[in-house]
Nanobody, 119 residues
Framework: QVQLVESGGGLVQAGGSLRLSCAAP????????MGWFRQAPGKERELVAA????????YYADSVKGRFTISRDNAKNTVYLQMNSLKPEDTGVYYC????????????WGQGTQVTVSS
């Protein structure tokens, strides 16, 4: 089982920035692709960014391209999501997840971290 602990959310005005972190304790972190998902109120959870095991490949949803940056530090077992130029539609609970590839995710979810962007 993969343990995932998200942090860094908060309340920010539109145009502001936040940096989310996801810690995944354990020696197996580097064997997984990592992704950030978000769930807005009344909507399904969606993948917003993903990064390969080595960090050499990334994926971004169209809605966040150019504004969000995913990165990882395998030495610290941590994946990050830098969010700039935030918009009210970015509001939601953000979760990280791990998987064998960038389009195949495990069914382990942390508690998530709330991001609220005010207009």
């Amino acid at each position: 089982q993969v343990q995932l602990v998200e942090s860094g959310g908060g309340l920010v005005q539109a145009g502001g920035s936040l940096r989310l972190s996801c810690a995944a304790p354990g020696r197996t972190f580097s064997i997984y692709a990592m992704g950030w998902f978000r769930q807005a109120p009344g909507k399904e959870r969606e993948l917003v960014a993903a990064i390969s095991r080595s960090g050499g490949r990334t994926y971004y949803a169209d809605s966040v391209k150019g504004r969000f940056t995913i990165s990882r530090d395998n030495a610290k077992n941590t994946v990050y999501l830098q969010m700039n130029s935030l918009k009210p539609e970015d509001t939601g609970v953000y979760y990280c997840n791990a998987g064998p590839s960038m389009n195949n995710w495990l069914d382990y979810w942390g508690q998530g971290t709330q991001v609220t962007v005010s207009s």
